[in-house]
């Protein structure tokens, strides 16, 4: 697989709706604001696509114009790194305009670039790797760069940070605060800080012992069970077989697979649901071991551990609670790099530099 170029300060970096428009309302203004602002302290230069400020109403009715934002943005050599605005729940609408042309599939082959998001940006990034671009699980531009807080949030600043580094090796360590989910985004609550909480539990290790080593796969659960169960759009699962989006059961061989679930707090019952279609569909048969994400607000934190243990194999070495997707605050994973996952210890080391060697 192909890395990116990591970022410096000059970059330009294109901002993509490839999903949901929030970001083109009038009430995102002063988000919009915000990341404009971070970014700029990073030292870098934000460029709209043409499309990614056009509003939830437009953007839902013309995915073709979501896929050629994206399209463009691997095409303009002046662009470094691509930053999803956020995710959604139909991006899978994009996979026809983008997969099926083959300017867009050699872009990505000639020009491989950062591309950052999570959340519905899991068929965006099973996309690209079907493609053979490592991209990251990791902040996006609304949910992080757009904090209301005084500054961004420090470990996620901190994870955006490392796009700019290239180290050999690095350890992926457990926040030592946690964050509650706001319930007011207005600009009356801007510069307050999110109410945090010491981590009292850090990386949990449920199931499995030993060290385990693997690249990386996964992504946000519910996304996943769309696409197997095809239960939110009735043409989802098809699409997404027509491309091979979801990895066949031998690819999930050795892997690493990291899962975390989404905003909507997921019952129990749906979430036993949705991990059971993963293991009916061979994710977990052959995997090398599994990183489980700190559920929002610690949301059904001990039912969930629950589910984890009774459903995956006995012999799947489980670590939980680890700081991605939708629980704040988040770091970075890399789809197809390598890690070491100690199951002893509970610790998680990347073994291979992100960004191609100059």
């Known amino acids: 697989m192909q890395k990116p170029k990591q970022l410096r300060r000059g970059d330009k970096v294109a901002v993509v709706s490839l999903s949901s428009g929030m970001l083109g309302e009038q009430e995102e ?3 919009q604001q915000l990341g404009e602002k971070r970014l700029h302290e990073f030292g870098l230069t934000p460029v709209y696509m043409p499309n990614a400020l056009k ?3 437009y953007l839902k009715e013309h995915p073709e114009a979501r896929a050629t934002d994206l399209k463009d943005a691997f095409l303009d050599e002046r662009i470094n790194g691509i930053i999803c605005a956020i995710g959604g729940d139909d991006t899978y609408r994009l996979l026809p305009y983008l997969m099926e042309d083959a300017e867009f ?3 990505v082959q000639k020009y491989p670039k950062l591309f950052t998001g999570f ?3 899991t068929i965006d990034h099973l996309m690209l790797y079907r493609l053979g671009l490592q991209t990251f699980y990791g902040p996006n531009f609304i949910c992080d760069l757009g904090e209301l807080a005084s500054e961004m949030l420090p470990y996620t600043k ?3 940070g490392s796009y700019f580094k290239n180290d050999e090796t690095a350890q992926i360590l457990s926040s030592s ?3 509650e989910e706001r319930t007011d985004f207005s600009t009356a609550v801007l510069d307050t800080e999110r109410v945090s909480h010491p981590e009292t539990h850090g990386y949990e290790v449920l199931q499995g012992s030993g060290v385990r080593s693997g690249t990386l796969l996964g992504g946000c659960m519910e996304s996943l069970y769309d696409v197997l169960n095809g239960s939110r759009y009735a043409d989802e699962q098809a699409v997404c077989e027509k491309y091979g989006i979801f990895p066949k059961p031998e690819e999930w061989c050795g892997k690493i697979v ?6 909507e707090q997921p019952t129990p019952e749906l979430f036993r649901k949705e991990l059971t279609a993963l293991r009916e569909h061979g994710v977990f048969d052959a995997a090398a071991g599994v990183l489980a994400g700190k559920p929002q607000d610690e949301t059904y934190y001990r039912e969930y551990q629950v589910i984890y243990r009774e459903v995956l194999p006995k012999d799947l070495p489980v670590l939980f609670n680890v700081n991605f997707g939708h629980a704040y605050p988040r770091c970075v994973l890399q789809y197809g790099t390598r890690v070491r996952v100690d199951f002893d210890k509970g610790t998680i080391f990347r073994l291979e530099p992100m960004f191609q060697q100059n």
């Open 29 to 31: 203004g002063h988000v």
């Open 55 to 57: 509003g939830i109403a």
């Open 105 to 107: 599939r050699e872009a």
């Open 119 to 121: 959340s519905d940006t």
């Open 158 to 160: 901190e994870a955006f």
């Open 177 to 179: 605060v946690w964050y």
């Open 258 to 263: 990291f899962l975390e679930t989404c905003e």
